[in-house]
């Protein structure tokens, strides 16, 4: 499959993204993975990896990056799960395990919706619940920044240098969502995290297009074009990376349907899989 990358400002994203193909991403900042795809060489250098759900597209390459992690960079791996997938993934390593004839370093850490991790300096990883056919979690990575607090929003230059050298600092902190990557998900999604719609850089699956293929979003917990551009005003955010496209859509397809049916939002709309592969565009695979 074709590796993509994106650089949104200070944020660099890389993946490969199809519905029931693979889709794994790399976050940089901080290096994380977010799903495993079928095994990618590229996430050997992730520490932290956080799995949306068990569908083997999506989580099935975990073993794969772990032995890869453990056995040949004697390094460790967080591995962040939906509690209930937990046992199972955790039999699938271990079976890697005995036939790869040695023990990957990891561990394997259930999360709900709600909880928070630490994943670098001023970076924390929140998961939230969605809306897929087993159980599934989406992720948003928060960014705690400072910035001029509003009672010191009136003052010039000199005043808050003046008032810094008396030791007041006119600063705060304050917390954003930079990144949410809502792995595979139906549009009940829009209503169990709202949050989502102002998060600086969405990823956001868009599996199916056209009128032939509506309704089959809801059914398969997926999203439609459809469900996207009925919420159009909504998204506020700085960039919307669409992925998780059907095999049976061109990616040529989904931009020319994006500039159709929202042209509101296409200018913010990113397509990753066609990035590092232009010939692709156009091919039905
Ligand atoms: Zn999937
Ligand atoms: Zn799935």
Known sequence: MARASLKLGEMSIEGASRAGDETWFRIHPPGLAFDTG????????????FLSHGHLDHALGLPYVLSQRSLHHEQHTRVFCPAPIAEPLAELVSAAERL?????????LPISAGSRVAVGKDLEVEPFATDHVVPSLGYHLVRRRRRLAPAFAGLTA????????????????????????????????????????ASRVLLIECTFLGD???????RYKHLHLEDLAERAADFQNDAIVLHHLSRRHSVAD???????????????????????NPREEGATP
């Open 212 to 218: 032939e293929q509506r309704g089959r979003g809801d």
């Open 100 to 108: 790869e004839g040695g023990a990957f370093r990891y561990e394997l």
């Open 38 to 49: 079928r095994g990618a060489r590229e996430l050997a250098g992730a520490h932290d990896i």
């Open 254 to 276: 989904l931009r020319a349907a994006v500039e159709r049916l929202l042209p509101g939002l296409a200018a913010r709309v990113h397509f990753l899989v066609e990035a590092e």
């Open 158 to 197: 000199a005043e808050l240098a003046a008032g810094r050298e008396r030791g007041i600092d006119p600063s705060e902190v304050f917390e954003e969502i930079w990144l949410t990557y809502c792995g595979d998900t139906g549009p009940a999604v829009f209503d169990l995290e709202p949050r989502l719609f």
